[in-house]
């Protein structure tokens, strides 16, 4: 119960910050508690920086911030090793990659030589230097922000990178309400200096432990099979799912689980969090006419409950 209520705080303590999008922010937070890594993709201004702050805040973890620009290199992320000659030796000095959250602010604006240094540091928690494996901190997330790719000075991201983000959401424009609270309130950047830590790091680690204990029955898990399966039917996109695809959805769905207080995953949990964690690892047919998130809402709708 106490638990319970700490996430009930974390997320009313968000929705201060990015006002009117309410789905989005509880989609963030239980993208960090499966454990996976967030990709945030929107037009610029709408608040993507601020509510990987807020997060990162909230989470009350060591934090880094990297602004990626086309002439951002791969050791500017994972670090470097100098001669420091009162010790007559090379001295490995970490790169802010080496932080509990990372945000990679317009992640697409980097090379792709530089974006694909990242890509360890995601799938295996460690990074590669100059032939020394040295291990991240425990969690490690990253947040990524992203413009959309058909402005200048983008680098889209490769198929590899995407897939290990476990969720990529896009914020939109407010309602006209929630626009009108941020034109006649306080900055959200300055309001995120003045949140809380609201769990400390052993309550999120035992978090991350609930979620991976949530139930999944044989029907629910025969459910996300039949959706693996129609995204490999060749009706809906060009190539399907992968089994680590699949993985992702059922933590996701579990982390979404625990957010709504049950210890069990139903189909609603899975059907909330597909979009968002699916859409970025698929490309629609060439008939479909509509964009990826758009064909796995249509998906959900032709596949039956098991």
């Known amino acids: 119960m106490l638990a319970q209520q700490k996430l009930t705080s974390l997320l009313d303590q968000l929705n201060t910050v990015i006002v009117g999008k309410s789905d989005q922010v509880r989609d963030c937070v239980a993208c960090l508690l499966a454990g996976g890594h967030l990709l945030i993709e929107d037009v610029p201004g709408v608040g993507k920086t601020t509510l990987a702050h807020a997060l990162a805040r909230s989470f009350g973890l060591q934090f880094s911030r990297v602004q990626f620009t086309a002439d951002l290199m791969p050791s500017d992320l994972t670090g470097v090793s100098v001669f420091e000659r009162g010790r007559e030796a090379f001295v490995f000095h970490p790169g802010p990659v080496f932080a509990q959250i990372l945000l990679a602010d317009e992640i697409n604006r980097a090379s792709p030589r530089t974006q694909s240094a990242l890509l360890e540091a995601m799938e295996e928690k460690q990074v590669t230097v100059e032939g020394a494996t040295r291990p991240l901190p425990t969690p490690f997330f990253v947040i990524a922000t992203q413009n959309p790719t058909d402005q200048l000075g983008t680098f889209p991201l490769p198929e590899s990178q995407l897939d290990r983000f476990l969720m990529r959401i896009s914020l939109g424009y407010p309602d006209r309400a929630a626009e009108r609270v941020l034109l006649a309130g306080q900055d959200p950047r300055e309001r995120v200096e003045t949140l809380d830590p609201l769990l400390t790091l052993a309550?999120?680690?035992q978090l991350q432990q609930q979620v991976l204990k949530i139930h999944t029955g044989a029907p629910l898990l025969e459910y996300v099979q039949d959706l693996l399966a129609a995204t490999r039917s060749g009706r809906w996109f060009v190539q399907g799912l992968s089994p680590?695809?699949?993985?992702?959805?059922?933590?996701?769905?579990k982390a979404q689980a625990l957010l709504s207080g049950r210890d069990y995953v139903a189909p609603d949990d899975v059907q909330a969090i597909l979009p968002q964690t699916v859409a970025?690892?698929?490309?629609?047919?060439?008939?479909?006419?509509?964009?990826?998130?758009?064909?796995?809402?249509?998906?959900?709708?032709?596949?039956?409950?098991?």
Not at 244 to 253: E, K, L, S
Not at 280 to 299: F, I, Y
């Open 203 to 205: 309550e999120l680690q």
């Open 244 to 253: 680590r695809a699949g993985i992702a959805i059922v933590r996701a769905a």
């Open 280 to 306: 970025h690892r698929l490309v629609p047919t060439g008939d479909a006419g509509r964009g990826a998130v758009e064909q796995v809402l249509a998906m959900i709708e032709a596949v039956p409950l098991a």
